[in-house]
């Protein structure tokens, strides 16, 4: 299965971007990391097949994840966007009979979200 991650780019602080990964191939826990320079990856969202959803603490409340399984394709509507939400955002997903998060099974390539301050 392959991931392609779109929707980056530059924001201002406050403002709102919407990222999209589509899979070329059934999924099921899909979701979002993000790697600052000099910082580790970091899990961000997820979501399972069964529209189970799980956020970081520093994205909830304004961060929101959602799937179309029909367009497999896994969203992350960020609002309220902060400098620190600057980094490079990955997706991941899991094969299909696979239970229990976070994905890990495939990555897509990563895109970058710059919020300016």
């Known amino acids: 299965v392959q991931l392609q991650a779109s929707g980056g780019g530059l924001v201002q602080a406050g403002g709102s971007l919407r990222l999209s990964c589509s899979a070329s191939?059934?999924?099921?826990?899909m979701g979002w990391y993000r790697q600052a320079p000099g910082n580790q990856r970091e899990l961000v969202a997820y979501?399972?097949?069964?529209?189970?959803?799980n956020y970081a603490d520093s994205v909830k409340g304004r961060f929101t994840i959602s799937r179309d399984d029909a367009k497999s394709t896994v969203y992350l509507q960020m609002n309220s966007l902060k400098f620190e939400d600057t980094a490079v955002y990955y997706c991941?997903?899991?094969?299909?009979?696979?239970?229990?998060?976070?994905?890990?099974?495939?990555w897509g390539q990563g895109t970058l979200v710059t919020v300016s301050s």
């Open positions: 191939g059934a999924t099921s826990n």
């Open positions: 991941a997903a899991d094969r299909w009979r696979k239970v229990g998060g976070p994905p890990s099974d495939y």
């Open positions: 979501i399972t097949r069964y529209y189970v959803t």
